[in-house]
């Protein structure tokens, strides 16, 4: 009996998976809509300024959000603003991952590395949210307003980079398996 007609079908690298090109149309699409949304945050971002500077006079702002001052729509536009920047690495990386999955050879060296720019992405990111969440009570003091420091940690987050330092050194290891198998006779 022959095993490898048994196995003919999964050995077809030119045949993508529907799972997979579908992956790969939804993260072209995720990519176009992140930049969309960087270009609205960056335009909020611009008109908070203009705001601030108080350049026309009038709060350009007020006619649009009533219910938000010119310096907390900065700070939402600059937060969402490093948001969609993380938002973008990631879907930048997956879409490369993407690529050679769609090529039939997903265990190449620099998937290793996109995966750890994922996770240090990840990871910078979180840090910079709890960071941010622990300060940002002392950027809006008012008198009117009573706001505690809390630390909120999100155990999702820290699980999903630990996930991915996981697949980052799987796919390290797999490589580096493959680079031996190729050197063996």
Known sequence: MNVETLYAEESSASKSS???????????????????????????????????????????????????TPQDALISSLTMIVAVIVFLIVVKQLRMICYTLLAGDPFVPKNAKRFRIIWITVLVAEIMRVTWALFLPWLGKNEDISMEMTLDMNASVWFLVMVLIILAEVFREGVRLRQEAKLTV
């Open 18 to 68: 529907p799972a997979t090109i579908f992956l790969h149309r939804f993260l072209i699409a995720l990519w176009w809509i992140g930049w969309a949304g960087l270009t609205l945050f960056v335009l909020a971002t611009f008109l908070s300024v203009l705001n601030i500077l108080n350049i026309f006079g009038d709060d350009i702002l007020n006619y649009l959000f009533p219910e938000t």
